[in-house]
């Protein structure tokens, strides 16, 4: 039989050997069900999908159960973010996966790290890379730095240092990682685990969860972009007035990235970017929020609230409550 290196699988769940193991096993998706120890790891899959989105995946490397039960899991999760087609779903789980295999590779032997970069075809030569390949691979990132315009470029190719190429890397798993795999024959129960999923995740309404907003104290306006914010459907000017109302009540970019991610369009690294723009850590300026008039301008005002300021609403609202 051969012998597997289960250490480095469970941190590089992706590789071709993982898939090998998994299949030496000669285990169904059933069976696996079933199995006195294996059984544990659809569990495992259900929660790694909940750790992914809070962008934390936890990799246990401990002992050799533990070895199994983490590769396994992940074949259970790709399953089941496979399951529910949501393109939302799989990139978040996606970046989460590639983002821990990123930490783990900071520290990784050459040798690995040339494995893994011939199995996801991560295409580097010496330091330049193809211009079509680099923008496929910096299309989510937002640090200024990726622009094209502050690069090197040279006969068509981007020069890349090797600590970028380490980054690079990371979007190249993650792209491997998004890529679809078969689920025609896999067993029922999978697929109620993975439609209940997306109702929990995705289907079923969300509330803002920090403590230091008081949701009864938000204006109507407000409330009206949170709702098209969770549709998919917000305008640039919502998104504009949503980040700098909630930046203005003293939120921090983390809490303001949070209250962003009900988004079935939210990309986490692109909503920090510009909050942090907005905030005046990327930029110069810590934008305000607009006046009502302005909101009223944008067609976006939904009643007569008697103020001139969202923030005024809100903090007139407070003192109400307090006074009670």
């Not at 495992?44 to 909940?50: A, D, E, K, P, T």
């Amino acid at each position: 039989m051969t012998e597997f290196d289960l250490e480095r699988i469970a941190k590089y769940p992706f590789l071709k050997e993982a898939k090998d193991y998994v299949a030496s096993l000669n285990l169904t998706l059933g069976e696996m069900q079933n199995h006195p120890v294996y059984s544990s790891a659809v569990d495992m899959g259900r929660q790694r999908i909940f750790d992914a989105l809070n962008a934390r995946i936890k990799t246990d490397l401990s002992d050799k159960i533990s070895q199994e039960l983490t590769i396994l899991s992940y074949v259970m999760t790709r399953i089941l973010v496979n399951l529910s087609s949501n393109r939302r779903l799989i990139f978040r789980y996606a970046s989460a996966e590639a983002k821990n295999a990123y930490e783990f590779m900071k520290n990784e032997r050459e040798d690995v790290l040339q494995r893994i970069k011939g199995e996801v075809n991560f295409k580097l030569d010496g330091n330049m890379m193809e211009f079509t390949y680099y923008l496929k691979l910096t299309k989510n990132l937002t640090d200024p730095r990726w622009r094209l315009v502050n690069r090197v470029i040279s006969s068509g190719k981007v020069e890349i240092n090797k600590y970028e190429a380490l980054e690079l890397l990371r979007e190249a798993i993650r792209l491997k990682i998004m890529e679809p795999i078969d689920v025609k024959n896999v067993p029922e129960d999978f697929r109620k685990i993975a439609k209940q999923l997306n109702t929990v995740i995705i289907g079923a309404p969300r509330e803002i969860r920090v403590k230091e907003v008081n949701k009864g104290a938000i204006p109507p306006c407000i409330s009206g972009m949170l709702t098209s914010l969770e549709n998919g459907e917000v305008s640039h000017n919502a998104m504009f007035i949503l980040g700098t109302f909630f930046i203005g009540l003293g939120l921090r970019v983390d809490d303001v990235v949070n209250i962003f991610s009900v988004s079935p369009k939210f990309n986490e690294e692109k909503s920090r970017y510009q909050i942090e723009f907005l905030a005046g850590e990327k930029s110069n300026t810590k934008y305000s929020c607009p006046t009502c008039a302005k909101i009223k301008s944008y067609g976006l005002c939904i009643s007569e609230c008697g103020v001139k300021h969202p923030l005024q609403y809100y903090r007139d609202n407070i003192k109400g409550m307090k006074s009670k």
